[in-house]
């Protein structure tokens, strides 16, 4: 059996830990993940990404410059000019940096600057991705959050609602309550959007995140 079919089946019975031991002494299966990141079912998507960071961290402990790479090249797949874009590239970078944020610390501005400084072209494919990506990094962005809430709360206003799903479940892992409370007309907007959380994606509404993000309810049932 090939890697990418062990892994395929790890990430389809949710075993991350085997995943993450198996990069203990198979550091090339970061890049037999993102190959994964396109696989068409997007449970398998997801999951690839999260394992990813999980992989990484375990291959950081006595080879942190094999992930620098990763994440270089993560960075890379973002532009056209690569050749072979990678759509879950912001959000497996915000894995990576969330598996040790010390260590990576210069990435944390890179990936919470992307929604910034991506070309707007580009960017209308990415914009999702990345208020994802940003808010799993919430945590430990610190003033770079500040410096992209004006990115984000424009965001509320997208046509697209899986990005102003996003944008609102990225406030809301910053603790940004106003910004919604002055945007109550979006508690009448149902538009389904895909959420990934606690190791599964489901299907959720932009209203039923607003009340989640005010601390009314969970955002998935």
Request: glycine share 8%.
């Amino acid at each position: 059996m090939t890697i990418k079919r062990t892994l395929r089946g790890l990430l389809d019975r949710g075993d991350f830990e085997q995943i993450a031991e198996m990069a203990t002494h198979k550091k090339r299966l970061l890049g037999t993940l993102v190959s994964l990141t396109f696989d068409a079912d997007p449970q398998i998507t997801w999951r690839a990404v999260e394992a990813m960071g999980m992989a990484a961290g375990r291959i950081a402990h006595d080879d942190p410059q094999h992930v620098r790479n990763h994440l270089r090249r993560l960075h890379w797949l973002l532009s056209e000019e690569s050749g072979g874009l990678c759509w879950r590239a912001p959000e497996a970078m915000a894995e990576i940096v969330r598996c040790d944020p010390n260590l990576f610390a210069d990435y944390v501005p890179i990936v919470m600057a992307l929604i910034l400084n991506m070309a707007e072209e580009d960017l209308d494919h990415f914009r999702a991705g990345t208020l994802w990506a940003m808010g799993r990094l919430a945590a430990v962005a610190g003033d770079h959050a500040h410096d992209v809430l004006p990115a984000i709360t424009a965001a509320l206003d997208d046509p697209d609602p899986q990005v102003r799903g996003m944008a609102i479940w990225c406030l809301g892992q910053m603790g940004h309550k106003k910004i919604l409370t002055d945007r109550l007309h979006l508690l009448g907007d149902q538009r389904p959007v895909d959420l990934y959380e606690d190791r599964s994606l489901g299907r959720t509404s932009v209203c039923r995140l607003v009340r989640r993000a005010l601390g009314s309810e969970p955002a998935r049932e």
